[in-house]
């Protein structure tokens, strides 16, 4: 099976700009989650989607938004970027429907730099 | 409310010494454990997990994980260190949310390998 894929891998925006990540899930794999990866705060979980619904959500600004669709790919988007934004966006998919928590299988990430 | 503290930022071994990476976590409730490994521009890749099943968790390269619950501990270990083990590694601690589980992610332990 195929990974999980994200594009772009890297981007460059300016502050207020707004901008969209997209993630790929592995086939079959309903649940999709992104973290932020920074250095100063290290791994912080951003959202989760399983069929179409957020199903949580962690200690992030409205600015930080996302979606998913029918087969299952989601898109985070970001918005009036401000300079703290820049980081290393995670996208991980799961099957989402275990008894317990699942395995997370990542991909390897879009550097976004805010300039 | 649940936490993870990994105890060292940095660990340098010499290759085929034995590798303690350290994982102290809260948690309210029976705690879902994992270790993640980060390898340099690669995502996240599992390395092992502990759902309340056997204490001492066996994992992928070697490495296996003890559940302590009177220490709170979850340590990483490996008898034997290879230059490929060089990388980030992770422990995670997972709650139960809203129907699916929220994880809650360590700083990060950078394992340095010295031929």
């Known amino acids: 099976k195929a990974g999980v894929t994200q594009t772009p891998r890297y981007l460059i925006k300016t502050r207020g700009q707004q901008v969209t990540l997209s993630c790929s899930p592995i086939?079959?794999?309903?649940?999709v989650s992104w973290y932020q990866q920074t250095p100063g705060q290290g791994l912080q979980f951003l959202f989760e989607?399983?069929?179409?619904?957020?199903?949580n959500k962690g200690n992030f600004p409205g600015r930080f938004s996302g979606r998913q669709f029918s087969n299952s790919r989601s898109e985070m988007n970001v918005s009036t970027l401000e300079l703290g934004d820049s980081a290393l966006y995670l996208c991980a998919s799961s099957p989402g429907v275990a008894g317990g928590p699942d395995t997370q299988y990542f991909g390897p990430g879009t550097r976004l730099t805010v300039l | 409310a649940q936490s993870v503290t990994q105890l060292d930022s940095h660990v340098s071994v010499s290759e085929g010494t034995p590798v303690l990476l350290r994982c102290n976590y809260s948690s309210s409730y029976s705690p879902s454990l994992f270790w993640y490994v980060q390898h340099p521009n690669k995502g996240l890749q599992l390395l092992l997990k502990?759902?309340?099943?056997?204490?001492l968790v066996k994992g992928i390269n070697g490495f296996e994980a003890e559940f302590k619950k009177s220490e709170t501990s979850f340590h990483l270990t490996k008898p034997s260190a290879h230059m490929s083990d060089a990388a980030e590694y992770f422990c995670?601690?997972?709650?139960?949310?809203?129907?699916?589980?929220?994880?809650?992610f360590g700083r990060g332990t950078s394992l340095i390998v010295h031929p």
């Open positions: 989607y399983f069929s179409e619904t957020q199903r």
């Open positions: 086939s079959g794999h309903r649940s």
């Open positions: 995670v601690v997972s709650a139960q949310s809203g129907g699916s589980y929220i994880p809650t």
């Open positions: 502990y759902t309340s099943a056997a204490t």
